[in-house]
């Protein structure tokens, strides 16, 4: 394995890991596609989760700007997927901290915990498992900014763009792999719908 893991390396990760599997499946969003992934399925053996996020530092780290910010980063992610990968990211770099925001129910804004305090130009990068709607570090990045931090970069282990994916520059933006699955807005779009290929619905 590489220092930074290859995108193929990645892949066969995730894959032996039955993180990404290919199919016919629906997101809760009701988008369908070719492809499930979900990366903490990979991020549960500790050994996995340490190449990832190792490899994504030196990433990091190859940015000077980052790279001078290192000792005051804050490392922020969207509860729950992205937590292994921030510690990971955290430790790689010897950053700063580490905190999450979370909702307490699915119909409720992202928040942080009660007391917590963001520090106004509090240098931020935004971490998560995996860049696909983008929704959650959209809410995550205005949160942040709503405290007057300031966010600095975004790093995910997968980046796995839809048509509904926001585009973040001029941020810098690191991920490990990028995987163009094969997304339909609805059945009425989907070719596999249309051959009667059975559907597995995704419940995260
Ligand atoms: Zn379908």
């Not at 930074?4 to 890991?17: A, F, G, I, N, S």
């Not at 942080?112 to 520090?119: A, N, S, T, V």
Request: aromatic share 8%.
């Amino acid at each position: 394995m590489h220092l930074v893991p290859t995108q193929e390396e990645v892949v066969r990760l995730l894959e032996r890991t039955g993180a990404l599997r290919h199919g016919h499946f629906e997101y809760p969003n009701g988008l369908h596609a070719d492809e499930y992934l979900q990366v903490p399925l990979a991020m549960r053996y500790y050994q996995h989760a340490k190449t990832l996020s190792v490899g994504l530092s030196r990433q990091l780290r190859a940015n000077p700007e980052i790279r001078a910010l290192i000792p005051e980063l804050s490392i922020v992610a969207p509860a729950t997927g992205g937590l292994p990968v921030a510690y990971g990211v955290c430790e790689a770099l010897r950053a700063h901290q580490v905190y999450w925001a979370e909702r307490e129910d699915e119909n409720q804004p992202l928040r942080f915990r009660q007391y917590f305090e963001q520090l106004a130009g509090e240098k931020v990068l935004l971490v998560d498992d995996i860049l696909r709607t983008g929704s959650k570090l959209t809410e995550l990045k205005k949160l942040v900014e709503s405290n007057h931090a300031e966010v600095v970069g975004l790093a995910v282990v997968v980046y796995q763009p839809t048509p509904r994916t926001p585009d973040f520059s001029p941020l810098p933006f690191y991920y490990l792999a990028k995987l163009d699955g094969i997304y339909h807005q609805d059945a009425a779009d989907c070719d596999q719908c249309k051959s009667g290929v059975a559907l597995e619905k995704i419940w995260v």
